[in-house]
């Protein structure tokens, strides 16, 4: 099988590390195009280089013929090929409506500093920063974690889907490591209340490919671009 | 068959109003449970009282024993089932891929009147609303349907997928009617850059069941409540 090409930001883990991550536990060729090409082939992939539809952004996907944008829906796309998830539909359907779930909460997360969007940079929004940072906190991190935590428990408490490990997994694993890094006192202080996504989070990085993954070059560090970005002050 | 349950906020049309325009166009039976016993056994679903994965908000349908939540996974679900897409395995993907853009839209469209989140009321965040909602119609509004109108175009024109029309057909008239509701001068301004999106908006408010839904009082009117909300003054 030819490499999958991943097309994504070169420089942050973003979205795009959701889609690494799962190519990575599957032990998948793939080239991380704009890491290795420069950013010239994904933007004329966007405007309409390719034949049909278009991504509207990053990341997207490319196998043989197919070009497949949206996080989730690459992932629900991918996984059955590599095991990433049970084979039965109800799984795979409960799989995707929880990655979709991850990918709203995403979107919470990065609007923490951009509440205003992408256009303005943080220093230009950081007074809304501070506010909806600090509904963030209070609101919608325990509200999101919580969720995630009862899903697992309702699971029986290992794995959010299925009796063994999923890219929904690696995903949640993500969403730990990234809070960690952007709310570790607000993180800090939920934790007991997280206790499954903690243990969790630990039984993922010490999968054997993902443990060889987070100590390559290819794992980029956290960084003030990416969606979750270390701003004491957003951290209350 | 026994008839959908639909369970959504009984007062808006918001995202469960794409579900509806798919089970109508389908002609699917299907029963919007909150409006017609209360929001009571909604609530219940979302708080775990049914088996495996609960959903962590509406809309979500039931169909025998399967719950299932997210608005594009429903529709990418309930679709096939109904020929409201393509049976193509291509096709299905971009579809599903479109939908979930259309999604991010819905997002930002919701916070133009909430950019710090839907813990305040809207006065309470009227001058964060008033900036987000400029950039919003100068750069997201004309960013995001000359996606959409570029999708039809390549595709030929009358459809978004395939060669007839499809649940994402219903969802892009949706976005329309909801920007002429909330955004009417911006989108007037827009509408020559757009006219296969304004064209296919009338060709599926002209079919059928649709027209006949529309006419209905099914089809709730938008309200202050939604996510395409009238406020003059973010309309500029």
Redesign the interface.
Known sequence: MSPYELFYWPGIQGRGELIRLALEDAGAPYVDVARERGTGPMLALMR?AGP?????GPPFLRSGS?V???T??ILA?LAPRHGLVPAAE?AR??A???Q??IA?FY??VH?THH???S??YYEE?KP?AL??AE??R???LPL?LG?FE??LE??GGRFA?GRRSSYVDLSLFQVMVGLEYAFPVATRRLARRVRRLQALKERVAARPRVAAYLASERRLPFNPHGIFRAYPELDG
């Open positions: 309409g049909g539809l278009a991504p509207f197919l497949l944008a949206q989730a829906a796309w109800r359907l409960h995707h409506q929880l979709l779930t709203d979107v919470e609007d509440p205003l969007g256009a303005l929004q809304e506010r909806r509904i963030f209070r609101d919608r999101f969720y009862k899903a309702r699971n889907i």
